[in-house]
Nanobody, 127 residues
Framework: QVQLVESGGGLVQSGGSLRLSCAAS????????MGWFRQAPGKEREFVAA????????YYPESVKGRFTISRDNAKNTVYLQMNSLKPEDTAVYYC????????????????????WGQGTQVTVSS
């Protein structure tokens, strides 16, 4: 079992930045590929960013590419999401997720590829 706890959400003005953190309970954090997703009211869950086990490979959808950066510190069992140039349409609850990976460079982009989820943290971007 992996328990994930997100933090760092809040209210920010358009154009601002936030850094989300997700702390994992497992000391074997390094065997999991990690991802961030978001869900706005009335909308489906959306993939935001993914990072491989080794942190060597990252992937972003076009909607956040160039603005968001995912990173991880395996020594601290933590994954981060740096969000810059935030827009009102980035407003959502953000969730981190962990998926066990057999390959150091593999990442996942679909929700059902992840076995563990955090409780979410609210990000609100005002215009």
């Amino acid at each position: 079992q992996v328990q994930l706890v997100e933090s760092g959400g809040g209210l920010v003005q358009s154009g601002g930045s936030l850094r989300l953190s997700c702390a994992a309970s497992q000391r074997t954090f390094g065997v999991y590929a990690m991802g961030w997703f978001r869900q706005a009211p009335g909308k489906e869950r959306e993939f935001v960013a993914a990072i491989s086990r080794s942190a060597g490979v990252t992937y972003y959808p076009e909607s956040v590419k160039g603005r968001f950066t995912i990173s991880r510190d395996n020594a601290k069992n933590t994954v981060y999401l740096q969000m810059n140039s935030l827009k009102p349409e980035d407003t959502a609850v953000y969730y981190c997720a962990a998926g066990r990976s057999s390959y150091s460079t593999r990442y996942f982009t679909k929700g059902d590829e992840y076995g563990y989820w955090g409780q979410g943290t609210q990000v609100t971007v005002s215009s």
